[in-house]
């Protein structure tokens, strides 16, 4: 067993490092690798090529990389605290509150086009919060139930007011298609200033919750017993999904896909649901799904680029089938 | 002998009235017939063939381009994708809608309304040459829509005279979005740029609907001596959306920012077609391109 999951953990790094040096490598325009090197050492005389290096790869791959691992990690955390296999970012409303406060930006305020990352952030983290204030009022207050009933409704509720900015700005709609379908950009890093507070504390209470998630597993009375409190841990983790979910939709539009399967396909590739385990390893699988569907969605039919989602569905969804059909 | 030269006058009388009696008909058919246009381009050749609509879609930019004999035509509200709401356009009892692939998913309903219906957007400035003749036909106005489309032809060869040898690189864009698009050479703007005398930054690429997202490797690489944005935004909104294209980071390093030739355009005529092409072509050589 420990050579399974030693075996899967090699396999996601080495995923992870070829994708990383097929971004930095691959683009529209053919920069020798050589070229590569000087620029990321520094060593590069100034002109378009390092430009494209340091200026448009390094911070695109920086940011497909933090984007992937967050989602992946959102999705593994909401999944563990929720008990629940279709938990991801979308049932804790953040998917629906960022569409819309990027649609907001995009359609209604395009003047200030440059405030997209923090209004996406900010509508993500205001639709999570709305739907913990729900899922903690009333009577029994925090059950897994409420949350995910509150969570539908309060997407339903930025779906719809998403839905009708579109009907209401039809001639504005082909600004926010892109956003909406989900991708990455190479505006520099512009967006990860904005959000990077967002992804550090989002990881650190990730990197906290491994152990109490862990107890959680085995039963809310149980974790009792060993002095985890179920509620505590259910907001913490609905918390720091809520930031890494609104952080990655904030740069990289609606991505929903990996946070619900990444650590489906962490657990059954390797056998296991300790959170230990699968938080880590979906990080970095899920940092590497998305680096090389970034990368074959501005390489496939370069210089035109292609939206991300369909190509990391297109790669994903395969492994995911194969190892759901052993598993059963 | 001259029975059968009077046989072949009458023949020949009767032929040159019947069809003068069809040419009239077709005509007046056609100005019987309540017609639709969804596009400006559609609703101003109309205008210009002496015929009125009972009904036009709403323009993107404002009504500025409509002819004056549409001012007081009932605008239809244009929605995405369907087009126009077939509750309206059944009220206006349309027989006949000029509309755009842009609203193909509605075209089902309308013809289910017993409406005929044409598709006609051209994406180039040939094809509205084209298209103004096809419009002619279909409404039986077949010589004004020839005299038409000859005359364009002509303002447009007076448009474009003078164009230097040396002609800047353009990127034109579609929406400020932090993903806009570019427009390429199969796409209305694209070919109107090309006519106006710049070469296309997107030179070479083609893709369905001649709008693509590019790589910004590409823009970099490429460098454009000018960027030119068309906004869907409100004119005070504009010296924002100019200052943010120049400050993109992934573009200010190009000739175009450092320059300060990255503009802001104000309305819509270099995104959909319009019967007033050569202005379009000269606004963009005195505005943008300086070659005029």
């Given at each position: 067993?420990i050579?399974?999951?030693?075996?899967?953990v090699?396999?996601?790094?080495?995923?992870?490092?070829?994708?990383t040096?097929?971004?930095?490598?691959?683009?529209?325009v053919?920069?020798?690798?050589?070229?590569?090197?000087?620029?990321?050492?520094?060593?590069?005389?100034?002109?378009?090529?390092?430009?494209?290096?340091l200026?448009?790869?390094?911070?695109?791959?920086?940011?497909?990389?933090?984007?992937?691992?967050?989602l992946?990690?959102?999705?593994?955390?909401?999944?563990g605290?929720?008990?629940?296999?279709?938990?991801?970012?979308?049932?804790?409303?953040?998917?629906?509150?960022?569409?819309?406060?990027?649609?907001l930006i995009?359609?209604?305020?395009?003047?200030?086009i440059?405030?997209?990352?923090?209004?996406?952030?900010?509508?993500?983290?205001?639709?999570?919060?709305?739907?913990?204030?729900?899922?903690?009022?009333?009577?029994?207050?925090?059950g897994i139930?409420r949350?995910?009933?509150?969570g539908?409704?309060?997407?339903?509720?930025?779906?719809?007011?998403?839905?009708?900015?579109?009907?209401a700005?039809?001639?504005?709609?082909?600004?926010?298609i892109?956003?909406?379908?989900?991708g990455l950009?190479?505006?520099?890093?512009t967006?990860?200033?904005?959000v990077?507070?967002?992804?550090t504390?989002g990881?650190?209470?990730?990197?906290?919750?491994?152990?109490p998630?862990?107890?959680?597993?085995?039963?809310?009375?149980?974790?009792?017993?060993?002095?985890?409190?179920?509620?505590?841990?259910?907001?913490?983790?609905?918390?720091?999904?809520?930031?890494?979910?609104?952080?990655?939709a904030s740069?990289a539009?609606?991505?929903?896909?990996?946070?619900?399967?990444?650590?489906?396909?962490?657990r059954?590739?390797?056998?296991?649901?300790?959170?230990?385990?699968?938080?880590?390893?979906?990080a970095?699988?899920?940092?590497?799904?998305l680096?090389?569907?970034?990368?074959?969605?501005?390489?496939?039919?370069?210089?035109i680029?292609?939206?991300?989602?369909?190509?990391?569905?297109a790669?994903?969804?395969?492994?995911?089938?194969?190892?759901?059909?052993?598993?059963? | 002998?001259?029975?059968?030269?009077?046989r072949?006058?009458?023949?020949a009388?009767?032929?040159?009235?019947?069809?003068?009696?069809?040419?009239?008909?077709?005509?007046?058919?056609?100005?019987?017939?309540?017609?639709?246009?969804?596009?400006?381009f559609?609703?101003?050749?109309?205008a210009?063939?002496?015929i009125v609509?009972?009904?036009?879609?709403?323009?993107?930019?404002?009504?500025?381009?409509?002819?004056?004999?549409?001012?007081?035509?009932?605008?239809?509200p244009?929605?995405?994708?369907?087009?126009?709401?077939?509750?309206?356009?059944?009220?206006?009892?349309?027989?006949?809608?000029?509309?755009?692939?842009?609203?193909?998913?509605?075209?089902?309903?309308?013809?289910?309304?017993?409406?005929?219906?044409?598709?006609?957007?051209?994406?180039?400035?040939?094809?509205?040459?084209?298209?103004?003749?096809?419009?002619?036909?279909?409404?039986?106005r077949?010589?004004?829509?020839?005299?038409?489309?000859?005359?364009?032809?002509?303002?447009?060869?007076?448009a474009?005279?003078?164009i230097?040898?040396k002609?800047?690189?353009?990127?034109?864009?579609?929406?400020?979005?932090?993903?806009?698009?570019?427009?390429l050479?199969?796409?209305?703007?694209?070919?109107?740029?090309?006519?106006?005398?710049?070469?296309?930054?997107?030179?070479g690429?083609?893709?369905n609907?001649?709008?693509?997202?590019i790589?910004?490797?590409?823009?970099?690489?490429?460098?454009?001596?000018i960027?030119?944005?068309?906004?869907h935004?409100?004119?005070?909104?504009?010296?924002?959306l100019?200052?943010?294209?120049?400050?993109?980071?992934a573009?200010r390093?190009?000739?175009a920012a450092?320059?300060?030739?990255?503009?802001?355009?104000?309305?819509?005529?270099?995104?959909?077609?319009?019967?007033?092409v050569?202005r379009?072509?000269?606004q963009?050589?005195?505005?943008y391109?300086?070659?005029?």
């Amino acid at each position: 067993m420990i050579l399974r999951r030693s075996l899967v953990v090699a396999v996601a790094a080495t995923a992870l490092v070829s994708a990383t040096i097929a971004s930095l490598t691959l683009g529209a325009v053919d920069v020798p690798v050589r070229d590569v090197i000087d620029a990321l050492r520094g060593d590069a005389e100034p002109g378009p090529l390092r430009e494209i290096v340091l200026e448009l790869r390094l911070p695109r791959t920086f940011s497909a990389i933090i984007v992937g691992a967050g989602l992946a990690v959102a999705g593994a955390l909401l999944q563990g605290a929720l008990a629940n296999p279709l938990a991801s970012p979308d049932v804790i409303g953040v998917t629906g509150g960022a569409g819309f406060g990027a649609a907001l930006i995009l359609l209604v305020f395009p003047n200030s086009i440059a405030l997209l990352p923090v209004g996406a952030l900010a509508f993500g983290l205001v639709a999570a919060t709305l739907v913990f204030a729900i899922a903690l009022a009333g009577p029994n207050p925090g059950g897994i139930g409420r949350l995910i009933l509150a969570g539908i409704a309060v997407s339903a509720l930025f779906g719809a007011a998403t839905t009708s900015l579109l009907t209401a700005y039809p001639e504005r709609v082909q600004s926010a298609i892109f956003f909406l379908a989900g991708g990455l950009t190479s505006n520099g890093w512009t967006e990860v200033e904005v959000v990077w507070p967002y992804f550090t504390a989002g990881f650190v209470l990730a990197v906290l919750l491994i152990r109490p998630l862990d107890r959680l597993a085995l039963g809310d009375d149980v974790a009792q017993s060993l002095g985890t409190h179920p509620r505590t841990i259910r907001l913490g983790a609905g918390m720091a999904a809520a930031l890494l979910a609104a952080a990655a939709a904030s740069i990289a539009g609606l991505l929903g896909f990996l946070g619900l399967v990444i650590p489906h396909v962490v657990r059954l590739a390797g056998g296991t649901s300790r959170h230990g385990y699968v938080v880590p390893v979906s990080a970095l699988s899920g940092a590497a799904l998305l680096l090389a569907g970034d990368t074959l969605a501005r390489t496939i039919k370069a210089p035109i680029e292609l939206p991300v989602g369909p190509l990391m569905v297109a790669l994903g969804v395969p492994l995911f089938l194969f190892l759901l059909r052993r598993a059963v | 002998m001259r029975a059968r030269r009077d046989r072949a006058l009458r023949v020949a009388v009767a032929t040159v009235v019947a069809l003068a009696l069809g040419a009239g008909s077709a005509s007046s058919a056609a100005a019987d017939e309540r017609i639709v246009a969804l596009t400006p381009f559609t609703a101003n050749t109309l205008a210009q063939l002496g015929i009125v609509p009972v009904g036009i879609g709403q323009t993107l930019g404002g009504r500025d381009r409509l002819a004056p004999a549409l001012r007081g035509v009932r605008q239809l509200p244009l929605s995405h994708p369907n087009g126009p709401n077939l509750e309206q356009l059944a009220a206006l009892n349309a027989q006949l809608v000029f509309s755009s692939p842009t609203w193909q998913r509605g075209h089902a309903g309308m013809r289910r309304l017993g409406m005929r219906v044409v598709e006609s957007e051209p994406r180039s400035v040939s094809a509205m040459i084209t298209a103004t003749r096809n419009i002619g036909r279909i409404v039986g106005r077949e010589a004004q829509a020839r005299q038409r489309a000859a005359a364009a032809q002509r303002r447009i060869a007076a448009a474009t005279r003078g164009i230097p040898r040396k002609k800047p690189r353009v990127l034109l864009l579609l929406g400020v979005g932090r993903t806009p698009y570019a427009f390429l050479e199969n796409s209305w703007g694209g070919d109107v740029l090309r006519r106006a005398g710049a070469r296309l930054l997107t030179g070479g690429l083609k893709a369905n609907g001649g709008l693509a997202r590019i790589s910004n490797e590409t823009v970099v690489k490429r460098n454009p001596d000018i960027i030119i944005a068309v906004p869907h935004a409100t004119p005070e909104n504009v010296p924002a959306l100019a200052r943010y294209l120049r400050t993109n980071p992934a573009w200010r390093r190009t000739s175009a920012a450092r320059n300060k030739r990255v503009y802001v355009s104000q309305d819509n005529s270099l995104l959909q077609a319009g019967t007033d092409v050569e202005r379009t072509i000269r606004q963009v050589r005195t505005r943008y391109l300086r070659n005029g």
